[in-house]
């Protein structure tokens, strides 16, 4: 069987890691590892799918996944690649976000016969003491060589700088693995690249303090072609909550990758052959729309299920092929009453997600981005009119891929 070395290589996933050489053969038996994380939000975003599924394909080689659950770090706050300090939350909030990422998480791994583990560092942080904990864990820090990790690099060179809460998220982090090597034989840590300084701050302490192998290895972020991070929209973050992104708005996404960033998305986001990758992303001109469709179907199948994968491609279809009902189009419901309080196409816009604010629908009507019924608006104060509402409402449309169907009810 193929080293899982060489198949996550091959499909785009490693940026970094320690002793390779040794990595490969601590892999060629069944390993447990760790990545972690951070409840900042009551959703996974995409930003974490690229480690879920090398999560998953960990598993199916055999190795045991631990998906820690930052209800103790996120207490702190990473400072890894942030300019600004993070706003701190409270432990009710990192709690139920805990609650929702776990909920998530169950969609991708095999947690069957303890195949793969959730904890929570909440559990050992929350409670450790201060001055223990600095002579058992800070005395093995030097801060000459955090003050060079490149974690701290960006807020290094603000005005606000650095807290010192903030300083102490490295030890935080290296502890989780220190504390996952003793309770499951944790060998090594997997993240994005961000992560690296952190992670080689994990494995460098059970390795001075264990005299034990401890490993890191990073994932490259999703990045396009031209070197943006991935998935953000004009709604803001690509989320894995249904609630939070729909469906088809995470379907229309993958739909409408440029062209460059297919293959790298095929090899990274589903779990299909590499040559079926390769002959996919070699499509050319109007053929790789075909890719582009394969590559959202089958990453939407994998984050919400096949149910709601081929509902997306149906609306899809319906509003680029012609045919299928509109059905399934994203729609906003407004209830008679609001509608006769505000009905005006700017309000729809933003009311609908396909625009941010007022002012940026008004700026878009003005920039003949905007129609109704491919009739295009021009008047940034016009208002749905009741005879624009055929029985399947009104179709609203920003740009070429933005689209609601607006329901009066
Ligand atoms: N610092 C990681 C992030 O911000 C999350 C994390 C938390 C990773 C605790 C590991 C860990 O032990 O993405």
């Not at 892999?27 to 879920?52: Q, R």
């Not at 929209?233 to 062209?259: C, H, I, M």
């Not at 008679?336 to 009905?343: G, L, M, R």
Request: charged content about 25%; glycine content about 8%; overall charge negative.
């Amino acid at each position: 069987m193929e080293h899982i070395l060489d198949i996550l290589k091959e499909r785009g996933f490693i940026a970094q890691m320690t002793f390779e050489d040794e990595l490969y053969e601590q892999l060629k038996s069944p390993t447990t590892f760790y990545v972690g994380f951070d409840p900042t939000a009551d959703s996974l975003h995409i930003g974490h799918y690229i480690p879920i599924m090398a999560m998953a394909h960990m598993q199916r080689a055999g190795h045991r996944p631990i998906a820690l659950m930052g209800g103790g770090t996120a207490m702190i706050g990473d400072p890894s690649g942030k300019t600004d300090m993070r706003k701190m939350l409270t432990v009710e909030t990192i709690d139920q976000n805990v609650e929702c990422i776990k909920k998530q998480m169950s969609r991708f791994l095999d947690f069957s016969d303890n195949k793969a583990l959730i904890v929570n560092n909440g559990d050992w942080l929350r409670h450790l003491n201060f001055i223990d904990f600095m002579r058992d864990i800070g005395s093995q820090f030097s801060v000459n060589r955090m003050l060079t990790a490149e974690c701290y690099k960006a807020r290094m060179a603000t005005e606000n700088g650095l807290s010192f809460l903030e300083f102490t998220y490295m030890l935080m982090q290296s502890y989780d693995f220190l504390e996952l090597f003793h309770r499951y034989g944790c060998r090594l840590e997997m993240g994005g690249n961000d992560q690296w300084s952190n992670m080689l701050g994990g494995a460098d302490l059970v390795r001075k303090k264990e005299n034990e192998k401890a490993f890191a290895c990073t994932f490259q972020l999703l990045l396009t072609h031209d070197g943006r991070k991935m998935g953000k929209t004009e709604a803001g973050a690509l989320w894995l909550d249904p609630v939070k992104t729909s469906p088809y708005n995470f379907y229309q996404y993958w739909r409408n990758v440029d062209d460059k960033d297919v293959e790298k998305c095929l090899a990274l986001l589903t779990f299909l052959p590499m040559d079926e990758v390769h002959r996919l992303g070699a499509l050319k001109d109007a053929e790789i729309n075909e890719a582009k469709k394969v590559l959202a179907y089958e990453v939407t199948k994998l984050v919400h299920g096949e149910d709601e994968a081929r509902n997306a491609a149906a609306a899809a279809e319906a509003l680029f092929g012609g045919g299928a009902s509109a059905s399934n189009v994203p729609t906003l419901e407004v209830t008679s009453d609001e509608w006769t309080q505000d009905a005006r196409i700017s309000t729809l816009l933003v009311r609908s997600g396909l625009c941010k604010s007022q002012s940026d629908a008004r700026k878009q009507i003005e920039q003949n981005a905007v129609s109704v019924n491919d009739v295009k608006i021009t008047d940034p104060a016009a208002v749905l009119s009741k005879d624009q509402l055929g029985e399947d409402g009104a179709m609203l449309k920003k740009g070429k891929k933005g689209f609601c169907r607006i329901v009066v009810l």
